[in-house]
């Protein structure tokens, strides 16, 4: 478990209308406010708003974030290409950090919103200021969560190669590349692993074939074969289109809830849970 004092936050750029799961994302949030803070960047509103202890909604669009990497970084950025906001969070620090408190956190992070939340400082490494970048996955960053401390967030613009990649036209996962990773670290440690914060990519859990609970601020994975693994977070980034996948909205007020192939739907009682597991064999 991190240290008392360590805090992250989370920068996440999202352009077009909020996805029906995101009012579960945000809960899943809360249970963390102690440590990080999610400031999510949105054309789908006007003012500054604060979801919860642990989420701040700010106005941003497309042509405001490419007229501060103008401005601030002397960058062109593709504003065509949607897919590469993934990309463009990772100096979305540098833009930011003198409108928002930024500079208050020990690390600056992204993450996505296809995903809920468990208790993280449970599954990050006790010694968490020793390291330059952690993420949860092995060996690389991980673009549904990725932290990095303040110091070496501050120094990325600085880098040709990351300024380079802000030009380009067609999207790569550049920010979950082993190299990304090494312009960070510049030598010092870093700690890439999936266990145990992101259980469902862990060595012995099916990820293909799992769902994941959220029972009161804790999430726990499952597989088909009955396996089940605590951890920081679930990534239903493979469920999310499809239209068998449904929100119930109404989880959001249940103290307990799941995730899997059909959707978000309460599981408090036995018989929904067993929804659940018969996701993983229908």
Known sequence: MIAPDVSAAFLVPFFGPLPP???HWAKSCEINHDHF????YSDRTRQPRRLNRAVTVIPYTVDAMAADFS???GIDICRDNQRMVCNFRLLLYA???KREPLDRFDFIGYTDVDMIYGDLSRFLPDDTRAYRMISGDDDHPCG???LICRDAAACLPDSSRIREEMGRRSYWAFDESPEFMAIVA???PVHCRAHP???AMTHGINHRKSFSVWDRGRATVWDFRGRRMPGGFYH???????????????AVSHPVWGVCKYGILPASTRRAFWRLALSLVM
Request: aromatic share 22%.
């Open 21 to 23: 799961y995101f009012i």
């Open 37 to 40: 803070h999610w400031f999510v």
């Open 71 to 73: 401005d601030l970084l």
């Open 95 to 97: 833009l930011r950090r």
């Open 144 to 146: 549904p969560f990725t």
């Open 186 to 188: 510049d030598g010092g």
């Open 197 to 199: 914060l992101q259980p």
């Open 236 to 250: 239903f980034s493979r469920f999310k289109g499809k239209a068998r996948f449904r929100v119930r909205p109404e």
